[in-house]
């Protein structure tokens, strides 16, 4: 999974400029996702067409699946500079994307058991190499027992065994955004109390565990 990672260096930040003619959509929920999808801003200018698309395009990979997403834009900078890179949820999620969003990534907020109802994550910064990129992770409401098949003690437990099963060891996490000065917020339950839902949250500061050849 570092590996995959690794190839964050394939992802630079596209330049905000006017005259920007593609949206560059990418996906949010798995590092496993590379593929960058180009669309033209005439023909997907809002945040309805770009959602009907993704349901097209996906539904051939989950037939029968009940298919759901959130957008998100990417900013030039965190607005704390903790981080090179920032993400925000588009607050109007129908309407028309700005000119100025040239990268849209999105989240599949499907529940996996057909449900219409939308599930709660947290968007998290990982940083490999000084690489930077968003990973949106499942998160429980408050009093759940278990968010990942075991009960963690905290957030950073929880993000250290998510780190683990890919090979990655946690150096640092460092929260983001409304929240960055609150730096016992990695010692609270993982949960929506303690990390809002569609916010970037927390930056995870990782190196690969295994061989940096890997990587």
């Known amino acids: 999974m570092s590996r995959i990672l690794g190839r964050a260096s394939q992802y630079p930040v596209a330049p905000i400029t006017a005259n920007t003619a593609d949206l560059d959509l990418l996906e949010m929920n798995d590092y496993d996702e590379e593929n960058i999808i180009k669309l033209a801003r005439d023909r997907f200018p809002s945040g ?42 588009i607050r109007d999620q129908q309407g028309e994307i700005p000119i100025t969003y040239s990268r849209i990534y999105f989240v599949n907020v499907a529940l996996p058991d057909g449900q219409l109802a939308s599930k709660l ?23 759940t027992v278990l968010c990942c098949g075991e009960a963690c003690k905290d957030i950073y437990q929880h993000l250290d065994r998510y780190c683990s099963r890919r090979s990655w060891t946690v150096e640092s996490i460092r929260p983001l955004g409304a929240k960055s000065n609150d730096y016992s917020l990695t010692t609270r339950c993982f949960n929506d109390d303690s990390l809002a839902p569609n916010e970037n949250t927390l930056i995870v500061f990782v190196s690969p565990a295994s061989s940096p050849n890997t990587v």
Request: proline content about 8%.
């Open 121 to 143: 994550y947290t968007v998290v910064t990982v940083s490999l190499n000084k690489q930077e990129k968003p990973l949106a992770l499942d998160l429980p409401p408050s009093g």
């Open 48 to 89: 309805v067409s770009i959602k009907q698309h993704l349901i097209q395009r996906y539904k051939a990979r989950f037939p029968g699946t009940h298919l759901a997403f959130k957008l998100w834009h990417e900013l030039a900078g965190s607005p704390c500079g903790i981080s090179k890179r920032f993400w925000q949820i």
